[in-house]
């Protein structure tokens, strides 16, 4: 018999796409977005109250479910109103350490995305990209670009990206900061 974990809250968030762009809700336990977009045991996430709209026209809504699944594997990234919706540091982070705080520009096939990046050590984008067991990383402060769309433009305190989506990382040269 297979665990799953109790499921508690309700919490809002966007979620990106190649072609759409959706805003809803998801049932998390205390382990956050993060635990379930981790859960290997499931390879959707289910999305109540969702609206659709497509990424050229991201303020015309052209669909709406109370129920939605979306495959994990094809989320580009997943945009939280807050920082804590991620859920615990140990789960995000992997445990206690020093982090340093890199500013990097990443780009996908459609968004060109800027934000905080919390690292343990050196940047290293192989690490960065093939270490882990989450799909996802974590930025913070977030700006998201749709590239050839500028009507989807959004501003984010907390953004999961998945790893698999991204095709280049900058590391915007300012000064890190160390957090604990």
């Known amino acids: ?17 190649a072609n759409h762009y959706i805003f809803g ?6 382990t956050g977005v993060m635990g379930v977009l981790s859960d290997v045991n499931t390879s959707y996430l289910e999305v109540n109250d969702a609206s ?22 094809f989320l580009v990234a997943v945009s939280l109103s807050k920082p804590d919706y991620v859920g615990s540091a140990t789960l995000a982070r992997g445990g206690f350490t ?14 060109e995305i ?5 690292w343990a050590g050196r940047l290293d984008f192989s ?20 590239t050839l769309f500028p009507a989807l433009h959004v501003e984010t305190p907390a953004l999961l990206l998945n790893r698999r989506s991204v095709d280049t990382m900058v590391h915007m040269k300012k000064v890190t900061q160390e957090t604990g």
């Not at 690490?127 to 749709?146: C, K, P, Q, R, W």
Request: charged share 15%; hydrophobic share 45%.
């Open 1 to 17: 018999m297979m665990f799953q974990p109790v499921l508690t809250r309700n919490i809002p968030a966007e979620f990106f796409t």
């Open 25 to 30: 809700q998801i049932k998390v336990s205390n």
């Open 52 to 73: 659709t709209a497509r990424i050229v026209k991201p303020d015309k809504i052209v669909d709406y479910a109370s129920v939605m699944w979306i495959v994990k594997s």
């Open 98 to 111: 020093h982090y340093s705080q890199y500013p990097v520009r990443v780009t996908t096939p459609v968004y």
């Open 114 to 118: 800027t934000g905080i990046l919390e």
């Open 127 to 146: 690490v960065v990209i093939g270490e882990g067991t989450s799909a996802f990383l974590i930025l913070y402060d977030a700006m998201v670009n749709a």
